[in-house]
């Protein structure tokens, strides 16, 4: 059992940078595979990034070489650190955790950027 709670998210203009933080409230070393969705509204869920526990990572199109993702297993932490942000990254942020039994998500953080 692990609880996620992410940060970090706000309001920002066109082209500005956030990192947004997934805190988990034990250790992430058994999380085999953790990543970033993101919501707007009335849309479904998409996935953002993902990440295995060997640092292994994956992009959609539309934040490719815009958004980096990260893990600190030492800092039960994951990050997403998103650059030269546009407004249809307008969404609410969520952090997730596979495990081979288990999919945890956190509650979800919202970004808006405005133009």
């Known amino acids: 059992q692990v609880q996620l709670v992410e940060s970090g998210g706000g309001l920002v203009q066109t082209g500005g940078s956030l990192r947004l933080s997934c805190a988990a409230s034990?250790?992430?070393?058994?999380?085999?595979?953790m990543g970033w969705y993101r919501q707007a509204p009335g849309k479904q869920r998409e996935l953002v990034a993902s990440i295995t526990n060997r640092g292994s990572t994956n992009y959609a199109d539309s934040v490719k070489g815009r958004f980096t993702i990260s893990r600190d297993n030492a800092k039960n932490t994951m990050y997403l650190q998103m650059n030269s942000l546009k407004p249809e990254d307008t969404a609410v942020y969520y952090c997730?955790?596979?495990?081979?039994?288990?999919?945890?998500w956190g509650k979800g953080t919202q970004v808006t950027v405005s133009s």
């Open positions: 034990r250790s992430i070393f058994g999380l085999n595979v």
């Open positions: 997730n955790a596979v495990t081979t039994s288990y999919v945890y």
